[in-house]
Structures are given as structure tokens and as C-alpha cells.
């Protein structure tokens, strides 16, 4: 087992060192594409995610872990290629297609793999522990990729994409190394009639437990609103007069209170409650908004939130992962994504037409407001549904 682990940290590191990962927008403004089109790139990826996450966690239950991942690095290489070839806006969406469906493919099959290996061995309760490890290892590779790749596309973008398929190859090389785990209670039919059977499944486990849907809808509703901050920070703190390397050590340190909370996550799960980390990580996520449209607080304020959300994730990962068995994992673990995409869809476009409208302090004001009422209202439902739980007990 311990070996499958390791594999898996060094191929969670190689699928994060994401060179291009903040480039994009530049690259295809550098290749003479408009920056509408780089709006409905990032549109196209969140509703072909929106799409394809349950299929594609479907995928992962029914034929195999590591099929699924290795699907997805053969299509994220397809969408990478695209996007260095592309001269038409198609051939961009088309590329943006390919690297959410990329994306989809690995969503919910990476935490349901860790998962899986533990409970092998009996080990599940360290999952947490396994997690908080693997955030450190993300976050040092976002990192590590951000400074590097900023680098490499001062000298050229097209060695910045080729480098990128490269890092594509050798992670799947260390994927073939890496056990495969398959659904032992699965009996083959068709296809069609495997996916209608899983999700009519997965329905039924949700409607049968609502505690699945309130940890799902607690990650989606509150991740989304660090994603879309953080999206329109780089814009927001240029127009201040920030200088690039002020933006990227800011945003370093972001990456780096993510690694802190992934070591301590283990230790907080074990400490509280899970309806006081249901309660209190959201509010720690909408509280940091605060201080967002204010510079250099929102400094400080993208830290809090990036420490909150990684608790969050990490925590509500774990909780799934011990209420839904191994054939249903990938499935249910994707409708955390799909939750994601479906509030990005909201959120994304709603601060940026604010923002283009009364400036960007404006539209992130507008989204504490929002975020607090959502807060409000979801505490409420929260708390009530724990008070009926401990009532029937």
C-alpha cells in the first residue's frame, strides 16, 4: 500500500505542475484572440465540467481507477496540443472541451483512490492525515509551477506548452506504475445501461441520505467564492499599481498557508464536531471576503480563505468517503465538482459584470453580501437538521 501512495503523491505533484496554469489568458491574447474569447473559454470548461462530472465518476466506479486518471492525462495532452495549434475559435473551445473533460476524469476518482488503498489495509481513519499530505504536495507544485512557468513564457510560450506534455507523458508512465483498483461487485451489462443503473443508484443513496447532499452543497457553495476571488484578484491589484512580483510573492503565500492547512487538517477533524466544521469553515471563508476589495488586506484575506477552503475540502472529502461504499465513491465524490461548476457558472460571470460595471471593489462587496445571506440561510437549515438528528435520538 505504502508504495501506491507514494506513486500516488509524486503523480498528484506531476498533475499539478501546471506551468500554463496562469498563462493562458495571456497566450491566447499573445496568438491574437480577443479577451471574449477567453471569457467563453473559461465558460466552456465550467459547463462541459458541469456535464461531465457524473459520467465521468461513473467511469471511474465501474471500469477502474486508474483508467479513468489515464484517460484523462491522454486527453488533457490532445487539449494541450490544440491550444498550441490553434488559429480558430473553435479549435480553442474545442481545446478548453478537452481539458474540463480532462479535469472531470480525475475529480472524485483521486480522493475515492487514496480511499480505497486504506480500506484495504483497515486504514481508512488515516485518510484525513493522507489528504492534508497530498494538499502539501499540490500546493508545492502549484507553486513551484507558477514561479517556473512565469519563467519559461518570458523566453517562449511554445516551450512552455511542450514542456507541459512532457510533464503530461511522465506522469502517466508513473500512473501505469500504480495499482489499479476496479469495482469487484460490478457485473457487466452494457454501457448505456451501466451509467442509468449507477446514477439511478447514487440518486437513491442521496435521497435515502441527506446528510450527503448538505456536505456537498456546503464545499460547493464556498470553494466557489475563493475561486472566483482569486480569479479576479491578479486584474484587480494590476489596476492598483501592484507590480507583477508583489501579485506572484502575494500569491505564493497563499499556496503556502494551503500546505500549513493541509498538515493541521487531520488534527482539527479529529478536535471538532462535524456540525461545528460545517458551520464554522464556511464562516471562515465568507468573514475573509471582507477584507478582499481592500488592499494590502486582501492579502491577508486570501491566506484566511485559502486555509478555511482547504480544511474544508479536505473534511468533507473524508466524510463522504466514510458514508458511500467503494462502487458508488468516484460517482458521489464527483457531484462535489459538479456542485462547484453549477455555482461558478453563478458566481464568475455575476462579479465580473459587476465588476465591469462599477469596478472590481464594488462587485467583491457584492459578493460578501451575497455570500453571508447564502450563509445565513445555510446555518439555519444546518443547525435544524442536527437539532432534528439529536431530537431522534
Not at 231 to 252: D, H, M
Request: glycine share 6%; hydrophobic share 50%; with cysteine.
Amino acid at each position: 500500500m505504502n508504495k501506491h501512495l507514494y506513486l500516488n503523491y509524486i503523480y498528484e505533484f506531476l498533475l499539478n505542475f501546471k506551468l500554463t496554469a496562469l498563462l493562458w489568458p495571456t497566450f491566447l491574447i499573445v496568438k491574437g484572440f480577443s479577451l471574449i474569447d477567453v471569457g467563453i473559454c473559461e465558460s466552456v470548461f465550467h459547463m462541459t465540467s458541469l456535464l461531465g462530472e457524473m459520467p465521468t465518476g461513473i467511469i471511474s466506479d465501474l471500469y477502474g481507477r486508474r483508467l479513468s486518471r489515464l484517460l484523462g492525462r491522454l486527453i488533457d495532452i490532445i487539449s494541450v496540443l490544440l491550444l498550441i495549434v490553434a488559429k480558430s475559435e473553435w479549435l480553442i473551445y474545442l481545446s478548453f472541451m478537452l481539458s474540463a473533460l480532462s479535469y472531470t476524469m480525475e475529480s472524485g476518482t483521486d480522493s475515492a483512490y487514496v480511499y480505497d488503498l486504506l480500506l484495504e489495509e483497515q486504514k481508512q481513519d488515516n485518510f484525513p492525515k493522507i489528504q492534508g499530505r497530498k494538499e502539501v504536495v499540490i500546493q508545492g507544485a502549484i507553486l513551484l509551477a507558477t514561479i517556473i512557468g512565469g519563467m519559461l513564457a518570458g523566453i517562449s510560450y511554445q516551450l512552455t506548452y511542450g514542456l507541459s506534455v512532457i510533464i503530461i507523458l511522465i506522469s502517466i508512465i508513473v500512473l501505469m506504475q500504480m495499482k489499479e483498483i476496479k469495482n469487484q461487485h460490478h457485473i457487466k451489462t452494457n454501457v448505456l445501461n451501466d451509467i442509468k443503473m449507477q446514477l439511478v443508484q447514487s440518486y437513491q443513496l442521496i435521497k435515502k441520505d441527506h446528510q450527503i447532499f448538505y456536505l456537498i452543497l456546503s464545499t460547493s457553495l464556498f470553494s466557489a467564492s475563493l475561486t472566483t476571488c482569486y480569479f479576479y484578484l491578479t486584474n484587480n491589484w494590476s489596476e492598483l499599481g501592484i507590480s507583477i512580483s508583489l501579485i506572484s510573492f502575494s500569491l505564493a503565500l497563499e499556496n503556502i498557508v494551503g500546505m500549513v492547512a493541509g498538515l493541521l487538517t487531520y488534527r482539527i477533524i479529529k478536535k471538532y464536531s462535524q456540525k461545528r466544521l460545517l458551520l464554522i469553515l464556511p464562516l471562515g471563508i465568507v468573514l475573509s471576503i471582507m477584507g478582499i476589495p481592500f488592499y494590502p488586506f486582501s492579502i491577508l484575506s486570501i491566506c484566511t480563505m485559502a486555509f478555511f477552503e482547504t480544511i474544508l475540502y479536505i473534511a468533507m472529502t473524508s466524510f463522504l468517503n466514510e458514508k458511500v461504499s467503494s462502487q458508488y465513491r468516484a460517482t458521489l465524490l464527483s457531484t462535489l465538482s459538479l456542485g462547484f461548476s453549477t455555482v461558478m457558472i453563478v458566481y464568475f460571470p455575476a462579479v465580473g459584470l459587476i465588476g465591469e460595471i462599477y469596478g472590481l471593489k464594488m462587485a467583491y462587496l457584492c459578493l460578501f453580501i451575497i455570500v453571508l445571506i447564502i450563509y445565513i440561510i445555510y446555518q439555519h437549515v444546518i443547525r435544524k437538521k442536527y437539532e432534528k438528528e439529536d431530537s431522534v435520538l
